[in-house]
């Protein structure tokens, strides 16, 4: 079946999260990926098994989940002979990309002056921690040590005293990967129209800030720094929090008046919707709407926590929803896998066979009829398909037979 980008050949020298995320949204939309690895050992993730992992050789869950459909070539690029091996693929490649820190690829010659060289339509795309130019750009960085410096791990936690607070998983790491991937998207179409080779800068810091969009323009334009908001909801609604009870925890996002109302009549707590001590009555009853607005958080929380402690998580989830109050269980992430998700027709999901194991992966993230959540072929032993790529390029036999022993190419 057709897919949106078959006919792309990428050069994928990126390693660990970030940049294979971005190229393993490029190869399940039907992009080419030669992923460029070191002889010795290769991408990091290969080593990371669980302690769950069958025998899995070079090729654990953790790897297999970002590399699946790529292929695999061992190229030592520190030896002139190995860089002028990546050249020679670059050359017949539509995309370029790298995740080393700024200027180590530049110096093995494979920066993007000298691709577009060889290659003068190509699109490359170097992702970082800090971008190519900042005064941070020689920073090693690592996802939580980006939540630190941009603001985010501050914003995380339930009052100013508290201590900082990262968020539970790489999600700086996993939105630089999914920008990267709508960069390069874009640079393709561009070049459709203008047939020039393009540049993109792709930073974690920069992806940080998207990721708090919102706050991020609030400061830079108003000068407003966030506050700590803990488990409540953005709205400010007192309504939108998440409170324990019997059986555990539930957040609800009560936002407007009629859903608040409807909470409170849940609750039994009717009279809370005209107590002018607790919340503002007339914004509360105006014709235009809005988010419901607290005159007395701290009152109007210790009500709402009292009325919660008394009942069950998971009744009130469904009476809730079922009067039109958005609100969710507090699940942990294999409840919600094993049961909720697995049992929805539609949930998006692309499995494949990895050696002695399956792959399972919840896909893109979206749906297609068309040709989203086919199964994907599987991720690639270490340089797998490197004697592959070198004939490709026109090497004979004694040449491959040399770069071999010598260790150039793995």
């Not at 110096?107 to 003068?120: A, Q, R, S, V």
């Not at 603001?151 to 700086?172: L, Q, T």
């Not at 509360?284 to 709402?304: C, D, M, T, Y």
Request: proline share 5%.
């Amino acid at each position: 079946m057709f897919k949106p980008l078959q006919g792309v050949r990428i050069i994928d020298m990126s390693h660990v999260i970030a940049g294979p995320m971005a190229s393993l949204y490029l190869a399940q939309l039907g992009a080419e990926v030669i992923k460029i690895e070191a002889p010795a050992g290769g991408d990091v993730m290969r080593s990371k098994a669980s302690k769950n992992q069958p025998d899995c050789a070079d090729t654990p869950s953790a790897f297999a989940a970002f590399n699946a459909g790529k292929h695999s070539m061992a190229v030592d690029i520190r030896q002139p002979e190995g860089a002028a091996i990546v050249k020679a693929l670059a050359e017949s490649a539509d995309v370029f990309i790298e995740n080393f820190r700024p200027g180590v690829v530049r110096k093995y010659g494979l920066g993007f002056d000298e691709i577009k060289k060889i290659n003068p339509d190509v699109i490359y795309c170097s992702i970082s921690g800090f971008g190519q130019n900042s005064k941070w750009s020689k920073r090693g960085a690592y996802d939580h040590v980006i939540q630190a410096l941009t603001g985010m791990m501050m914003m995380s936690g339930d009052s100013p005293e508290c201590p900082p607070a990262k968020v539970g998983f790489p999600v700086v790491d996993m939105a630089t990967g999914m920008i990267a991937a709508l960069a390069i998207m874009g640079a393709l179409r561009m070049r459709d129209i203008t047939g020039q080779a393009q540049y993109l800068d792709c930073s974690m810091t920069d992806a940080s800030l998207m990721l708090m969009y919102p706050h991020a323009c609030s400061f830079m334009t108003d000068g407003v720094e966030p506050e700590r908001i803990g488990n409540r909801g953005f709205t400010g609604s007192p309504g939108a929090n998440t409170y324990q009870c019997r059986d555990g925890w539930l957040a609800i996002a009560a936002n407007t008046p009629a859903q608040f109302r409807k909470l409170a009549d849940l609750l039994g707590l009717d009279g809370l919707c005209e107590n002018d001590a607790i919340i503002d009555v007339q914004a509360f009853n105006a014709p235009s709407g809005g988010f419901v607005i607290a005159r007395n958080e701290a009152l109007a929380q210790q009500v709402l926590t009292a009325a919660f402690a008394q009942r069950a998580a998971a009744q009130m989830e469904v009476a809730l929803n079922e009067v039109g109050v958005p609100a969710a269980r507090v699940r942990t992430i294999g409840e919600y896998l094993s049961a909720e998700h697995s049992t929805s027709e539609l949930a998006p999901h692309a499995d494949f066979d990895q050696g002695p194991y399956r792959m399972r992966t919840p896909g893109l993230g979206f749906r297609s009829g068309e040709w989203a959540g086919q199964q994907s072929a599987k991720a690639p032993s270490l340089g797998e398909q490197t004697g592959q790529w070198l004939e490709q390029i026109g090497l004979d036999k004694d040449r491959v037979d040399s770069l071999f022993e010598r260790g150039i190419v793995g």
